[in-house]
């Protein structure tokens, strides 16, 4: 009897276009909704079917529940060869390429949804709020002219460095923050909002006065790179202001920052302290002629 019920379900294009999603990666019922343009309903009937014949399984992270496939599934021996090719053949489908781009966007916004939540747990809580204006301070040099506030989240950060600066630019890759930054800043003709990854910033060499990473460093994939495209943006006596939780690794020790100015000849440690569970530097681009720390 198993043997008709996975012909069937072999022959049935939807569920095949499933396995083929699955093969490559797992995911939730509203996603495969999304990438599938089916109902929830038609989508979850072929996932009961897929797990009933043991081809999938799932499990609960969260709120969400995720579906993937058995590695090696309980098959009959006269199926197996059949299902070792169909593997492959169902590449063949005149939906899968479109099918497994949407997925490619699928697990890109999963990624951001799941940043999001972590940003916006952090933001309730608060813990820097009592260091924001020396940290903004330290990134003022004598000429205000341009701030870049990068991994600036939902744009709060401007209400305090506005008065400072002609111009503000708020970098943010997630569309979800940018969203709140937007009505946030209002009609403030002086604050930019650019969507863009840190660690590939759309700005010209030397343009910014000062730099933040306020809260943001230890989201970043490569924080050093994100950090030398800074040092690349930055004018000459300008500053990075850096304001982050220490983690357990003791990722960004004040030997990590020494390190990249030794690493980077115009780049001059000020200022790293270290309070309750949150550190504090200050970072200045300057001539390459004068002694470090």
Same mark, same amino acid.
């Given at each position: &009897?198993?043997?008709?019920?996975?012909?069937?379900?072999?022959? +049935?294009?939807?569920?095949?276009?499933?396995?083929? #999603?699955?093969?490559?990666?797992?995911?939730?019922?509203? +996603?495969?909704?999304?990438?599938?343009? #089916?109902?929830?309903?038609?989508?979850?009937?072929?996932?009961?079917?897929?797990?009933?014949?043991?081809?999938?399984?799932?499990?609960?992270?969260?709120?969400?529940?995720?579906?993937?496939?058995?590695?090696?599934?309980?098959?009959?021996?006269?199926?197996?060869?059949?299902?070792?090719? *169909?593997?492959?053949?169902?590449?063949?489908?005149?939906?899968?390429?479109?099918?497994?781009?949407?997925?490619?966007?699928?697990?890109?916004?999963?990624?951001?949804?799941?940043?999001?939540?972590?940003?916006? *747990?952090?933001?309730?809580?608060?813990?820097?709020? #009592?260091?924001?204006?020396?940290?903004?301070?330290? @990134?003022?040099?004598?000429?205000?002219?341009?701030?870049?506030?990068?991994?600036?989240? &939902? @744009?709060?950060?401007?209400?305090?460095?506005?008065?400072?600066?002609?111009?503000?630019?708020?970098?943010?890759?997630?569309?979800?923050?940018?969203?709140?930054?937007?009505?946030?800043? &209002?009609?403030?003709?002086?604050?930019?909002?650019?969507?863009?990854?840190?660690?590939?910033?759309?700005?010209?060499?030397?343009?910014?006065?000062?730099?933040?990473?306020?809260?943001?460093?230890?989201?970043?994939?490569?924080?050093?790179?994100?950090?030398?495209?800074?040092?690349?943006?930055?004018?000459?006596?300008?500053?990075?202001?850096?304001?982050?939780?220490?983690?357990?690794?003791?990722?960004?020790?004040?030997?990590?920052?020494?390190? *990249?100015?030794? +690493?980077?000849?115009?780049?001059?440690?000020?200022?790293?302290?270290?309070? @309750?569970?949150?550190?504090?530097?200050?970072?200045?681009?300057?001539?390459?002629?004068?002694?470090?720390?």
């Amino acid at each position: &009897m198993q043997t008709i019920e996975l012909l069937k379900t072999f022959s +049935e294009p939807h569920r095949l276009r499933i396995l083929n #999603l699955l093969l490559t990666s797992e995911l939730s019922v509203s +996603e495969l909704v999304e990438i599938l343009t #089916l109902s929830q309903s038609n989508v979850s009937h072929h996932l009961k079917i897929l797990k009933n014949q043991g081809l999938i399984e799932s499990y609960k992270s969260g709120a969400q529940k995720y579906y993937r496939n058995i590695e090696q599934p309980s098959i009959p021996s006269n199926l197996q060869k059949i299902w070792s090719e *169909l593997k492959t053949i169902i590449k063949e489908l005149p939906e899968s390429s479109e099918d497994e781009r949407k997925l490619i966007n699928a697990i890109a916004q999963r990624k951001n949804s799941d940043l999001d939540n972590t940003i916006n *747990l952090w933001r309730k809580q608060q813990p820097d709020i #009592l260091f924001t204006s020396e940290v903004a301070l330290d @990134g003022i040099p004598k000429t205000h002219n341009l701030a870049v506030d990068i991994g600036s989240g &939902m @744009g709060d950060f401007f209400k305090v460095i506005e008065r400072s600066f002609r111009k503000i630019i708020c970098i943010e890759i997630s569309q979800n923050q940018l969203k709140i930054a937007r009505e946030n800043i &209002m009609n403030q003709e002086q604050v930019h909002l650019l969507q863009s990854d840190a660690h590939f910033l759309p700005l010209g060499d030397h343009v910014a006065d000062s730099i933040y990473f306020r809260m943001a460093l230890r989201f970043f994939k490569n924080p050093e790179m994100a950090i030398q495209e800074a040092i690349r943006i930055l004018n000459i006596s300008g500053k990075i202001s850096i304001i982050d939780q220490i983690d357990s690794l003791n990722s960004f020790s004040e030997q990590f920052f020494k390190k *990249l100015c030794l +690493e980077n000849s115009n780049l001059y440690l000020v200022k790293y302290n270290r309070r @309750g569970g949150l550190f504090l530097c200050t970072l200045e681009k300057k001539y390459p002629d004068q002694e470090k720390f």
